[in-house]
T-cell receptor, first 113, second 113 residues
Framework: AQSVTQPDIHITVSEGASLELRCNYSYGATPYLFWYVQSPGQGLQLLLKYFSGDTLVQGIKGFEAEFKRSQSSFNLRKPSVHWSDAAEYFCAVLRSNDYKLSFGAGTTVTVRA | NAGVTQTPKFQVLKTGQSMTLQCAQDMNHNSMYWYRQDPGMGLRLIYYSASEGTTDKGEVPNGYNVSRLNKREFSLRLESAAPSQTSVYFC????????????FGPGTRLTVT
């Protein structure tokens, strides 16, 4: 079964520092991968997605992610975080059997001044 | 454009009580989804509706029923609430089942005592 693992439950980063969130997937073929962000008290918002092509994907809010097939990873990065980036981030993969999303457990990001 | 709206925002139930969570979208989307979010488990699909008039089970359908009332509205019903159904419930919609990008509502926080 296709699944997603986010190894880091919680990350604290200083404002202005870089951020990298890890995501590993389990899938036989080329997966469809997503990153969503959930701000406190809000629903989820799509940051970016990867279907095929260029392995470096640009998203909204200055985020990017890189698909690495050899490492089964789809890590999310931002060069310089802002206090408003404090949120929970979810990686997701599209399941091939029913074309539904399977979410990772999420990584909570805290931004300190 | 309100996007996806959910009511209520918060609800407390006693074990055995019933209630219906309401969801509506104004984006003319065909597909709608109900998820539950539990700490450390990400989002899990309860039910979905690929189009008006159809509904299907997701990963965790037990204890829930759904109704796709029309293209805009998709409700989730708990017939006899249990403490294990304490969770945050999210409704989402997408243009159709193959577009993969889902738009989420703000969520309903349900506590069952």
């Amino acid at each position: 079964a296709q699944s997603v693992t986010q190894p880091d439950i919680h990350i604290t980063v200083s404002e202005g520092a870089s951020l990298e969130l890890r995501c590993n997937y389990s899938y036989g073929a080329t997966p469809y991968l997503f990153w969503y962000v959930q701000s406190p008290g809000q629903g989820l918002q799509l940051l970016l997605k990867y279907f095929s092509g260029d392995t470096l994907v640009q998203g909204i809010k200055g985020f990017e992610a890189e698909f690495k097939r050899s490492q089964s990873s789809f890590n999310l990065r931002k060069p310089s975080v802002h206090w408003s980036d404090a949120a929970e981030y979810f990686c997701a993969v599209l399941r091939s059997n029913d074309y539904k999303l399977s979410f990772g457990a999420g990584t909570t990001v805290t931004v300190r001044a | 454009n309100a996007g996806v709206t959910q009511t209520p925002k918060f609800q407390v139930l006693k074990t055995g009580q019933s209630m219906t969570l309401q969801c509506a979208q104004d984006m003319n989307h065909n597909s709608m989804y109900w998820y539950r979010q539990d700490p450390g488990m990400g989002l899990r699909l309860i039910y979905y509706s690929a189009s008006e008039g159809t509904t299907d089970k997701g990963e965790v359908p037990n204890g829930y029923n759904v109704s796709r009332l029309n293209k805009r509205e998709f409700s989730l019903r708990l017939e006899s609430a249990a403490p294990s159904q304490t969770s945050v419930y999210f409704c989402a919609s997408s243009p159709d089942g193959s577009s993969y990008e889902q738009y989420f509502g703000p969520g309903t926080r349900l506590t069952v005592t």
